[in-house]
């Protein structure tokens, strides 16, 4: 994507409900620094979440290693186009565009942590195009940022049907759409997008050291799990088309699973943290280590498979979290994005609280200051035990890279490609 000198880039704000707003548009251009001060003011002093929604002309390839693609018929796509559709045009006819949401901070922070933890991604620019979407290209500083009229968006309003789809609530230059469904889809989405994203990496991880393991009964874990993904993608695809889930699907036999799995994770992570709980504080002989966290020292060991089995399960049961919301948002149509951050919230307390243990036990091991064993006999240190020392250190040091910290103040954004045939891809959360 390369937005060209001079082109004009439509953006909205949406919130979620009908709300005063201070009279902080207008209708002159924008710089990508203006509009990030905007979004700001907008998550300061109105009392909904308000986000906002760019259109830029795609001419780039997109990689889609990760994200999630719906159909034209479905109701993200439906939603987009049908607040779109009275825009002026702004890509060439028959092209792509790509759509992004940027969600302030403040209601960022009233989403589930869990569901919604944003990818970690190099610092961009305000205007900035992410990495994991184009190929080096950039969003042009001197790019103009229009808002779109309160007169256009009240006929998108129209053409949607109903308020409730993505109808018009403010006055004067103030356009703000009411787009509850759009942002409760775009926000489903893209929190599924993610953590199935973080699973594949996990399941790929496992595979790579039960190559030299060779130990069965951790690849029917695997393996098990793996089975899973099919009834899930299947699921996510019905659920966020307003379908009903059936048995035929097998979701209930994969939650069964998943579940086993969560039990199995926690039953480990409680012997990580006991045997945390007996090594001194300061220096950790390794012989030590060891004796309380078998395999630890060994790069293709059971403890590094089960770390990785863990945050497999973890991020699955987040996906089939993300599942019952949406159905359980969708009972509830007058008021989608409240009910679904409330359900996410409700649901996934046990879940973030397994992760955040977790998140604890793989940092304590990071920050370890590993020794080499100080008994009557170990007066003599060979070269293979210091290299072992040496290895085994930085492994775990290499543990903290595994744990996600993303900055809970950072706005959350959400890139939405459009094809040309209207059906949609959509990218995993970005922290920006």
């Known amino acids: 994507m390369s937005d060209t000198a ?10 979620t409900r009908d709300t005063d707003v201070p009279a902080v548009l207008n209708d002159d251009t924008m710089t990508p620094a203006r509009l990030e001060g905007l979004r700001s003011a907008l998550a300061a002093f109105a009392d909904a979440p308000i986000a906002t929604l760019e259109a830029h002309s795609l001419d780039g390839s997109v990689d889609r ?6 159909s034209a018929a479905s109701p993200l796509a439906q939603q987009l186009s049908s607040l779109v559709s009275r825009t002026p045009k702004v890509v060439t006819d028959g092209g792509e565009t790509l759509y992004r949401m940027v969600v302030p901070a403040k209601a960022a922070a009233q989403m589930s942590a869990g569901a919604l933890t944003p990818m970690a991604a190099k610092a961009a620019g ?10 080096g290209s950039k969003i042009a500083a001197h790019a103009s940022f229009v808002p779109v009229s309160a007169g256009k968006a009240a006929a998108a309003g129209a053409a949607a049907g109903s308020a409730g789809t993505a109808g018009l609530a403010a006055t004067g230059a103030a356009a ?5 469904p759009l942002v409760l889809m775009a926000v489903a989405v893209a929190a599924s997008a993610h953590a199935d994203q973080k ?9 790579a050291l039960l190559e030299k393991l060779h130990a069965e009964k951790l690849a029917d874990e695997q393996h098990e799990l793996q089975g899973c993904k099919s009834a899930i993608s299947k699921a996510t695809s019905i659920v966020l088309d307003q379908g009903r889930l059936g048995v035929s699907l ?3 036999s994969a939650v069964n699973v998943i579940d086993t799995a969560v039990v199995r994770a926690d039953a480990r992570i409680i012997k990580w943290e ?10 950790v002989e390794l012989n030590k280590l060891v004796q309380e966290i078998p395999t630890i020292d060994d790069p293709s060991g059971e403890f590094y498979v089960h770390v990785q089995l863990a945050r497999t399960a973890i991020e699955m049961k987040r996906r089939t979290l993300v599942l019952q919301a949406v159905e359980h948002a969708q009972e509830d149509e007058d008021n989608p994005f409240e009910r679904f951050v409330q359900t996410l919230q409700n649901e996934e307390r ?5 992760a955040n243990r977790l998140r604890t036990v793989l940092l304590r091991l990071s920050t370890l200051h590993l020794d080499r064993s100080h008994g009557t006999r170990d007066f003599m240190f060979s070269s293979g035990s210091v290299d072992k020392l040496l290895d085994t250190s930085r492994r775990l040091q290499g543990l903290g890279a595994l744990v996600d910290s993303p900055d809970a103040r950072a706005d959350v954004t959400i890139d939405i490609v459009q094809e040309k045939d209207g059906s949609v891809f959509v990218l995993p959360p970005v922290a920006s």
């Open 350 to 354: 046990e879940i973030d609280e397994l």
């Open 126 to 135: 305000s205007g900035g195009v992410h990495s994991a979407l184009m190929n």
């Open 6 to 15: 001079g082109e004009v880039i439509p953006f909205w704000t949406l919130t």
């Open 199 to 207: 699973r594949q990496r996990a399941i790929e991880n496992i595979t």
């Open 274 to 283: 006991e045997a945390l709980k007996s090594l001194d504080e300061g220096r």
């Open 176 to 180: 703000l759409t009411v787009a509850a």
């Open 65 to 70: 290693s990760s994200g999630l693609a719906l």
């Open 250 to 252: 097998g979701l209930d």
